[in-house]
């Protein structure tokens, strides 16, 4: 198979991960980058040798041959740059959140779709090796079939000194980071079939909700409680670990702070040590999310590769935007949301 080559638009923050294990996976590459700041386009195109550099998407699809793009932008460029290569037939991963609404987001799964062109929200959370883990007891029927959930990420970690534009949303956690919970909720246990929701802000200094409590019915027949803060302060600070505790009719897991899973089921107890490898270029404690990003980028150039519909399709992860927009609604009405008058 030839090498893919591809572009990256935005080169801020997160991006710089997604160059690494684009730099470390077989099969693909990054030809070009774009972005509006040319002191971040200087920067990541000297650290990883790329020498075509854009301030202008439209000039950069005009000019480069490629076989997919990754937009890494923030949320309110999403739109335009997706149907930007819908237009020009290019295959793209669309950094999360996906889009600013809900209807942006629909619009973008359709033009993709009649362009047909493949589609991928860079949802990494569930491509993190403890969650694989996880999935992998679920799928072995070690402890049946679940009937309760629970889905935590509680932390006080500073995110605001990295992405200080967290600080200024009105909408915050839920959108940012409970995104990537509840859709590890959805990959566990299935569809949702209705939400319930509280928030809160405890940090004056933020404009957004930094709490958020939410009761899911699955489709399946499963219940779960995620719960998201960053205003929780621990003895030992758990970020950026995500939390997992599942009961079935035969058993139980459990995912715990420093990636131990016991899991209580047919064949009895076992304790295993799942915690993420340390990647050459990853520091500690992000390697876990660091791993998770050239996890799901494999998967693209194979989904690629092979003509198959990526696990975080555009349209897949409408069912998971479905859960935020309902969590947003659920808080303010006081009254849980049907997931599936959302999708209509």
């Given at each position: 198979m030839a090498?893919?080559?591809?572009?990256?638009?935005?080169?801020?923050?997160?991006?710089?991960?997604?160059?690494?294990g684009w730099r470390d996976i077989d099969g693909a590459s990054i030809v070009a980058i774009c972005d509006r700041d040319p002191e971040r386009l200087r920067i990541v195109g000297d650290q990883f040798g790329i020498e075509r550099r854009y301030s202008d998407a439209a000039a950069m699809?005009?000019?480069e041959a490629l076989d997919f793009v990754d937009i890494a932008?923030?949320?309110g460029s999403h739109r335009p740059l997706v149907e930007m290569a819908?237009?020009?037939?290019?295959?793209v991963i669309c950094q999360k959140p996906f889009a600013p609404t809900l209807a942006d987001a629909k619009v973008m799964v359709k033009a993709c779709t009649e362009a047909g062109v493949p589609l991928m929200v860079h949802e990494n959370f569930r491509w993190q090796s403890p969650i694989q883990a996880v999935r992998a007891v679920l799928d072995s029927g070690e402890i049946g079939s679940p009937f309760f959930g629970h889905i935590s990420f509680r932390s006080a970690y500073d995110v605001f000194s990295g992405q200080p534009y967290l600080a200024t949303g009105k909408r915050f956690i839920i959108e940012d980071l409970g995104i990537h919970i509840l859709d590890i909720a959805r990959f566990l246990l299935g569809d949702v079939s209705s939400l319930a929701a509280r928030t809160k802000r405890v940090n004056p200094a933020i404009a957004g909700e930094d709490v958020a409590t939410m009761?899911?019915?699955h489709e399946g027949g499963a219940t779960s409680v995620v719960d998201c803060s960053y205003a929780t302060k621990l003895a030992v600070e758990p970020f950026p670990e995500t939390l997992v505790e599942i009961d079935g009719s035969d058993g139980t897991l459990r995912l715990t702070q420093g990636y131990k899973l016991t899991v209580t089921g047919r064949n009895g107890t076992t304790v295993k040590d799942v915690s993420p490898p340390l990647l050459a270029w990853a520091s500690r404690p992000w390697h876990n999310i660091q791993e998770s990003v050239v996890a799901i980028q494999k998967h693209w150039v194979e989904c690629l590769s092979k003509g198959i519909e990526p696990a975080t399709s555009g349209a897949d992860n409408l069912k998971t935007f479905a859960?935020?927009?309902a969590a947003y609604a659920g808080a303010e009405g006081l009254?849980?949301?049907?997931?599936?008058d959302l999708l209509k």
């Open positions: 090498e893919l080559c591809g572009a990256l638009i935005g080169c801020g923050f997160f991006a710089v991960n997604q160059m690494h699809f005009a000019s932008t923030t949320v819908a237009a020009r037939r290019v295959p009761l899911m019915d859960l935020v927009e009254e849980p949301v049907r997931i599936g």
